[in-house]
Structure formats: structure tokens, C-alpha cells
């Protein structure tokens, strides 16, 4: 169990996204685009003053309903003009840079931004830290000359080419860029390689290229923004939508002091957005979270208390004891128990199996694991289908009765959940 839990977790961390950022150089200017793929619901636009002789900066932030989740700064632009997002790769394990301090993203990258004015600079800061924690994910950072740094585990290194573009891939173990098997980023590419004007208009084309938008709620691209470096400009885009756009001078938002925006509040109604806002999981409602929670310790004690009834029935029939005809629904209980404990695991782990079903992340250890709801249900089935009290009288059992009704009722309201998340059937 506790392995398959581990490659759980990992599955959690590489959820289906691809995230997708370029930069475009010309004529003395810097743009660069960025699309952010998350399920939150809590997208805000930051903007914070530094200290004395310090840049100030917006940042763009987000996070889910999570219990373990709080808002955290996924990227941003100080007033030097200096990028910065953060995007998750495949994993590759270094051992920690000896003689060097550990840090966060967060951390570090607000660091970064008060302190620095170009790529430069901010690869010597990073350079001087242990960067073993970004195993699974990259940092990139553009200036606004056009110089671009990618920050891995094991090396940093600077891009000067006219137009780039990342994905979610290691750009280091790339030696062919159109052979990363991401279409939308390809798509972006392409249209980079074909050259353009440099215009915010040739911008947004580009990156609406990349964006994601799936037929599950329309899910995918939860904000977009394009930022102006030389002028310290932010076009901002909400949820894929490339029609309507908030434009903010971050000198002129800075005058008015720290202060900050939910994104959803600053945009239309977005039809698309309503229906991930209505779709209810454990990321997004602390209640659901919570009960999923109470419900997998109900489970454990009924299934130790099943198990148990199982093995007194099994010990009574080698003793040929008239009790103990009745194996089934102790075995049924316990079981099921197990099975509801391990996909609960699941649920509050890996927030990408209410988008894309549990082979996202069950087929990691074993794809006939996705089956595991419909054995479920069954098992469920046969204790309702079979009373307890058959015509021989379980009188073993019969103390027994209320605790494997309620047992079923919440067997019953679980699957109903499994249904309402689209988990029964893979």
C-alpha cells in the first residue's frame, strides 16, 4: 500500500497540464506570454512595492480549496523589467548542492524579484542556492533585453535567441525542440518561427494558440498574461478567453500602494468558468475534503470490525459451529472497506482524476486498478441484495445488524460520488 501511494503521489504532481510560455524580441522590445493551466478557483493579480532600494513587482497567484493548499505567487514582473514563472517537467533526482542554503519557489523567486534587474543577476542569486528541490519543475526567467535564463535542478543557462518557447519539458535533455510531443506548444512554435510583427496583436495569437481549453467543463487555461517588459505593461486574460483583456501599468498600480484583484472579479461572466466553479471536489470545497476524510475512518474501523467477524465465522466453521455458515458478508465488509480506503486515497491525493478518470492515475501501478469503483459497487450490492438475518438466524452476527446497514448506506453514498465524478465506469 504505502508504495502504491508513493507513485500516487508522484502521479499527482505531474497532473495533465502543459503550461506554456514564449518571448519575442525586436526593436529594442521584450514581450512575452504566458499561459497557466490549473484547476483553481482562486486566481488573484498582486501588486507589491519594495523596500527602500528595492523593485516592486506584480505577482499572479492561485491555489484550490485544498486542505493543504494556500495561495502561492506562480509567476511575475518587477519594475527592472525582469519575468519569472515557474513551470513542472518531468522528475530527475540530484543530490543536494553541499556547502548551499535550501529555500522555497516563493522565497526565492521574491528575493529575485526585489533584488534583481536582469537574468544575469538573478543566475548568480539563484546560483548560490541549493536547487535539489526542483526536481520535478523548472524556473524561467526573461528580461527585458530579450535574455532568457532556465533554472533547473542541476543547471542554469541563458537563451538569447530572437523567440523561445517552454513547455512542460526539460529544455537541457531536448536536443530537438520539434520533436516534444506537446501539438499546442508546436502550434506556437510554429507560428513563433514564422516570424510577426512583435505587436501585442501577433502576441495574443501565439499564445491563444497554446492555450488549453478540454471538453470536460472547458477546463484547462486559467489565466493568461502578456507582459510588456521595456514597459512595464500587463495584458491579462481569464480563463482562455482572448476577447476580453485588463490592461495595468505596474508603476502606476504601485503608486496606489500593496494591493490586490481576484481575478474572476475583474472579467465578464464566463460560461465555462461557471461550470468549474459549480463542479464540486475535495480542491475546491474544504466540506467534501472533510467528509471524504471521516468517511475513509469509518471505513477502516468497519472494515477492522469485519475482518474481525470474519475470522471468529472462519474459526467456527473448523469447528463445525452452525453459526458460521454466513462468510460472505464480514468478507464482503472488510473488502469493500479496503477498497473504499485506498480510492479515497486516491481522491484526495491526484486532483487530476476528476478531469480525466482514474486511469490518470491508476495506471501508473496497475490499469485494472480504474476497475476498483465497479468491484466496489458490487460488494455494496450483495450486502444489500443478502439480509444478514437468513432463515438459519445468524445470531452471531445478529448484534451486528445495525452497524452493516449503516456500512451500506455509506457504501451507497460513496458510489453515488463515484458516479457524480465519472469514476465508476473508466
Not at 50 to 76: I, R
Not at 239 to 246: E, G, L, M, P, V
Not at 330 to 337: C, E, G, N
Request: glycine share 8%; with cysteine; hydrophobic share 45%.
Amino acid at each position: 500500500m504505502r508504495s502504491a501511494l508513493l507513485l500516487l503521489s508522484l502521479a499527482a504532481c505531474s497532473a495533465t497540464f502543459s503550461c506554456t510560455l514564449f518571448k519575442v524580441t525586436g526593436d529594442g522590445r521584450t514581450i512575452v506570454g504566458n499561459n497557466e493551466d490549473a484547476w483553481s478557483i482562486d486566481a488573484q493579480i498582486r501588486f507589491e512595492n519594495g523596500n527602500e532600494g528595492e523593485f516592486g513587482a506584480v505577482y499572479f497567484g492561485h491555489f484550490n480549496g485544498h486542505q493543504f493548499s494556500s495561495m502561492a505567487d506562480q509567476g511575475g514582473m518587477n519594475t527592472a523589467g525582469l519575468m519569472y514563472d515557474g513551470l513542472m517537467v518531468e522528475p530527475k533526482q540530484v543530490p543536494p548542492a553541499a556547502g548551499k542554503p535550501s529555500t522555497d519557489y516563493e522565497h526565492l523567486m521574491h528575493l529575485v524579484m526585489r533584488t534583481c534587474a536582469d537574468v544575469e543577476q538573478a543566475k548568480r542569486l539563484i546560483a548560490t542556492y541549493n536547487l535539489s528541490w526542483l526536481y520535478h519543475s523548472m524556473i524561467v526567467l526573461v528580461d527585458s533585453s530579450g535574455a532568457f535564463l532556465v533554472v533547473e535542478s542541476d543547471s542554469l543557462y541563458i537563451v538569447n535567441d530572437p523567440s523561445y518557447a517552454v513547455g512542460n519539458f526539460r529544455p537541457s535533455a531536448c536536443a530537438d525542440l520539434d520533436a516534444v510531443p506537446i501539438a499546442r506548444y508546436q502550434k506556437g512554435r510554429a507560428l513563433l518561427t514564422s516570424g510577426g510583427d512583435g505587436s501585442l496583436a501577433y502576441c495574443t495569437t501565439v499564445i491563444d494558440s497554446m492555450r488549453a481549453c478540454r471538453d470536460f467543463l472547458g477546463n484547462g487555461t486559467l489565466y493568461t498574461d502578456i507582459l510588456e517588459l521595456d514597459k512595464g505593461i500587463i495584458h491579462l486574460y481569464f480563463y482562455h478567453d482572448f476577447t476580453h483583456q485588463r490592461t495595468f501599468n505596474l508603476k502606476a498600480e504601485l503608486a496606489k500602494g500593496d494591493h490586490a484583484f481576484e481575478m474572476a472579479s475583474l472579467f465578464p461572466p464566463n460560461a465555462e468558468y461557471g461550470k468549474l466553479l459549480a463542479y464540486k471536489t475535495p480542491f475546491h470545497n474544504h466540506g467534501i475534503f472533510y467528509t471524504l476524510m471521516a468517511l475513509a475512518g469509518l471505513m477502516v474501523l468497519t472494515g477492522l470490525w469485519s475482518a474481525f467477524q470474519f475470522l471468529r465465522a472462519a474459526f467456527r466453521r473448523t469447528r463445525g459451529s452452525f453459526g458460521a455458515k454466513n462468510l460472505w458478508r464480514p468478507f464482503a465488509m472488510a473488502l469493500s472497506s479496503a477498497i473504499a480506503v485506498f480510492l479515497i486515497a486516491v481522491l484526495l491525493i491526484n486532483e487530476s482524476v476528476y478531469y480525466f478518470g482514474l486511469g490518470d492515475a491508476m495506471d501508473a501501478i496497475h490499469p485494472a486498478l480504474k476497475f476498483l469503483p465497479l468491484v466496489f459497487l458490487t460488494l455494496i450490492g450483495t450486502l444489500l441484495i443478502f439480509p444478514l438475518k437468513g432463515a438459519n438466524g445468524l445470531r452471531a452476527l445478529r448484534s451486528g445488524d445495525r452497524i452493516v446497514s449503516a456500512y451500506a448506506v455509506l457504501g451507497v453514498a460513496l458510489v453515488a460520488a463515484f458516479g457524480y465524478w465519472g469514476l465508476l465506469v473508466p
